[in-house]
């Protein structure tokens, strides 16, 4: 397995800094810093885990390459009210299916206050949200949602607040999981913010996200067969 040293306190300074000077000169001004700080460690991370994820069932893909695993640091400003030309973090994706952002995946997200991670499946499209509400009219498919999403709460991961506030139309309430029918995507992530372990900067990185992931796979391979 490719070796990787940890990510170092300068990668969080650097971060820091971008977010308190968030504009094309400063950034053009510090460009060795991204490359050195941000990108090379970003893509030695995704080289180092895509054993490990490679490993996983169903398999997931890590492409150490800026718009694979590594999600570039450009923002599209064209329909934001916010016009920051950077993203202040570091943010990687592996997922089991044929494109990064149509389906199920695993997402860590390095900010400057520490670590971030969660799975899950965006904003599921009409024949996606109704095959959902279908599996969960099953009862061992149901079962086994509910399952994946406790194991997800045993490495800190959440789900947000529902997207409607009211059942669709047609559902009869059952009180201890119809909530998860106002829900129109899951994703369960970490809700506190960064948290900065002493592991993020040693070469145990590695394993303890590996492990994370692990310990998500059954909430990715549920959303994943969808």
């Keep these: 397995m490719p070796s990787f040293r ?28 991204y490359e050195n700080l941000w990108k090379a460690p970003g893509l030695d ?34 329909f934001a009210a916010d016009k920051s030309p950077y993203e202040p973090w570091l943010h990687l994706i592996f997922w089991p299916g044929d494109h990064p952002n149509r389906g199920a995946g695993m997402h ?8 971030g991670y969660g799975a899950g499946r965006w904003a599921f499209d009409s024949p996606v949200l109704a095959r959902y509400r279908e599996r969960l009219g099953d009862a061992t498919e149901r079962a086994a949602l509910l399952a994946a999403l406790k194991e997800a709460e045993g490495v800190g991961c959440h789900l947000d607040e529902p997207h409607l506030k009211r059942l669709p139309k ?36 590695v ?3 590996l492990d994370r992931t692990r310990r998500l796979m059954p909430l990715i391979g549920w959303l994943h067969a969808l």
């Design 6 to 33: 940890g990510f170092p306190p300068e990668t969080f300074a650097f971060l820091s800094d971008l977010k308190a000077n968030n504009k094309r000169s400063w950034f053009e001004a510090n460009r060795d810093r």
């Design 45 to 78: 991370f995704i080289e180092a885990l895509g054993p490990g994820m490679a490993a996983m069932e169903p398999p997931m893909k890590a492409e150490a390459r800026i718009n694979g695993s590594l999600r570039r640091i450009n923002r599209d400003v064209r």
């Design 108 to 115: 860590v997200v390095l900010t400057p206050e520490g670590l």
């Design 170 to 205: 047609g559902c009869d309430p059952a009180p201890e999981w119809d909530y998860l029918l106002r829900y129109k995507g899951i994703v369960a992530r970490t809700m506190e913010g960064g948290f900065m372990p002493g592991w993020i900067g040693t070469p145990s990185v």
């Design 207 to 209: 394993d303890e996200m």
